[in-house]
């Protein structure tokens, strides 16, 4: 039995929407070849962009898990701007407390949804987190920018 990648994809004003899931395919052997639909004409569809973006999203994830700061923090983009126009620096302080101070860190990603326009891509997900005695799950949204190798966040925002 063959393993293959399934995306599903849609383009709309050229931005391009896609959910990937691993299914399982019998083989099969056309006998002839199928004229290509509409669909299948346009650009193909960017799935090592879109794994890329989801494990950007992922292992900041595990960072934040792992209660690495270091690593949770290099995942942000050095243009990102933390909420309410808040300092950089003191945002940067604020959250090391926030994870040093905590014993126990678990952050879920659920419906996870990646959107990539160019160089910019968009993560919707369910966040599930729990520390310590406190569990809260919302949506959160990830804007991200590739820069260099690396799909960096350069905006989050909770709730939608």
Same mark, same amino acid.
């Given at each position: 039995?063959? &393993? ?5 994809? =849609?383009? *709309?004003?050229?931005? =391009?929407?896609? /959910?990937?899931?691993?299914? !399982?395919?019998? +083989? /099969?052997?056309? @006998? @002839?070849?199928?004229?290509?639909? *509409? ?6 569809? +960017?799935?090592?962009?879109?794994? #890329? ?8 994830? %595990?960072?934040?898990?792992? &209660?690495? !700061?270091? $690593? ?5 983009? +050095?243009?990102? /701007? +933390? *909420? $309410?126009?808040?300092? &950089?620096?003191?945002?940067?302080? #604020? $959250?090391? !407390? ?11 990603? #659920?419906? =996870? ?9 968009? %993560? ?6 729990? !520390?310590?005695?406190?569990? #809260?799950?919302? &949506?959160? @949204? ?9 799909? =960096? ?8």
């Amino acid at each position: 039995m063959n &393993r293959s990648l399934t995306t599903t994809s =849609l383009l *709309a004003g050229g931005l =391009l929407l896609a /959910t990937a899931a691993f299914g !399982a395919t019998p +083989p /099969t052997t056309p @006998t @002839t070849p199928a004229a290509p639909a *509409a669909a299948e004409t346009a650009a193909p569809a +960017p799935t090592v962009g879109i794994a #890329e973006v989801e494990a950007a999203v992922r292992a900041w994830a %595990a960072a934040w898990s792992a &209660r690495d !700061a270091d $690593r949770y923090l290099a995942a942000y983009a +050095p243009d990102f /701007t +933390p *909420a $309410r126009n808040q300092d &950089r620096k003191r945002w940067e302080t #604020e $959250r090391r !407390a926030r994870i040093a101070d905590k014993s126990s860190i678990s952050v879920g990603i #659920e419906d =996870l949804v990646i959107s990539i326009n160019g160089q910019a891509a968009s %993560a919707r997900f369910k966040q599930v987190y729990r !520390a310590d005695k406190v569990k #809260e799950t919302g &949506r959160k @949204t990830l804007e991200l920018q590739r820069v260099g190798n690396q799909w =960096l966040i350069r905006k989050e925002s909770a709730g939608g």
